[in-house]
């Protein structure tokens, strides 16, 4: 038996240090499937059940959350991490993929610091969208101008695909 350590360690490795202590193995259950990469042979994505949780990104050896990912960690890690709660007039555009406003922002997890990977939510708790913090979340609650995410992914974009690939 080698020491090595198999690629679904490596993952929850990378999700425990990126995303808080216990994570990774909530996030990436037993049954995941882990693409690599054609050229490299480095790990490139993460899916389940045929929805893809997450990309590692080769520049930092992070995860880029999809929406099904940021659902699975707002759903099955207690206490949340790395969260942004927004406004009821923001939620459309938000939900389009369009960026958070520190304006918008009604509450944010104290312990996002810039450039991190956030999950964005509506004022009941619901996921509407993923991004990279621009601002640390006192920052966000504080501020009144500029932009607190940068969201790359909102759940009208992914419904929206679905569909696409149904037709």
């Known amino acids: 038996m080698s ?3 198999n690629d679904l ?3 929850r490795s990378v999700a425990d240090y990126q995303f ?7 996030l990436f259950p037993g049954g995941v499937k882990i693409v690599h990469s054609k ?14 949780l997450a990309t590692l990104r080769p520049t930092n050896g992070l995860f880029s959350l999809n929406i099904a990912g940021a659902k699975r960690i707002m759903k ?25 406003f520190a304006k918008h922002v009604i509450d944010a997890d104290e312990e996002i610091r810039p450039q991190e990977e956030v999950t964005v939510t509506n004022e009941k708790g619901k996921v509407l969208a993923v991004g990279r913090a621009m601002l640390s979340g006192k920052e966000m609650k504080a501020f009144k101008r500029g932009v607190a995410v940068r969201v790359r992914r909102g759940v009208a974009e ?6 696409l690939t149904l037709v």
């Open 39 to 52: 050229r490299t042979g480095r790990i490139r994505h993460v899916y389940l059940e045929e929805k893809r």
């Open 9 to 11: 360690q490596k993952i």
């Open 76 to 100: 099955h890690v207690k206490p949340q991490r790395l969260w942004v709660r927004v406004r009821e007039e923001a939620e459309p555009f938000v939900a389009r993929g369009k960026s958070v």
């Open 20 to 26: 808080g202590k216990g994570v990774g193995e909530k």
């Open 3 to 5: 020491d090595k350590p």
């Open 158 to 163: 992914e419904v929206k695909k679905e569909t």
